[in-house]
Nanobody
Framework: QVQLVESGGGLVQPGGSLRLSCAAS????????MGWYRQVPGNQRELVAT???????NYADSVKGRFTISRDNAKNTVYLQMNNLKPDDTAVYYC?????????WGQGTQVTVSS
């Protein structure tokens, strides 16, 4: 049974930081491209960042220079360090694992940026 369990969301003031974690089980972690996506009610889910097994990364333009995705293959965990958060970053953040036709999602964690 595949599980992706996110943690680390919460309420933060503009300019603040949060670190999201996603612990994966039931998959061969090193096979998978891991990613973070986010969704605001009424909008489509959008890419935030992805990371290949070897460490290559890709970011949405809106988060470049502020967010950093990383992975620990020994712990089957992917992270998203979010700095200089803005109100527009408010969303539910979802962890994703993708390999070939296999595509798995976590349950999501809420991030709210507000003063």
């Amino acid at each position: 049974q595949v599980q992706l369990v996110e943690s680390g969301g919460g309420l933060v003031q503009p300019g603040g930081s949060l670190r999201l974690s996603c612990a994966a089980s039931g998959i061969i972690f090193t096979f998978y491209t891991m990613g973070w996506y986010r969704q605001v009610p009424g909008n489509q889910r959008e890419l935030v960042a992805t990371i290949l097994s070897g460490g290559s990364t890709n970011y949405a333009d809106s988060v470049k220079g502020r967010f950093t995705i990383s992975r620990d293959n020994a712990k089957n965990t992917v992270y998203l360090q979010m700095n200089n958060l803005k109100p527009d970053d408010t969303a539910v953040y979802y962890c994703n694992a993708r390999w070939s036709w296999q595509d798995y999602w976590g349950q999501g964690t809420q991030v709210t940026v507000s003063s």
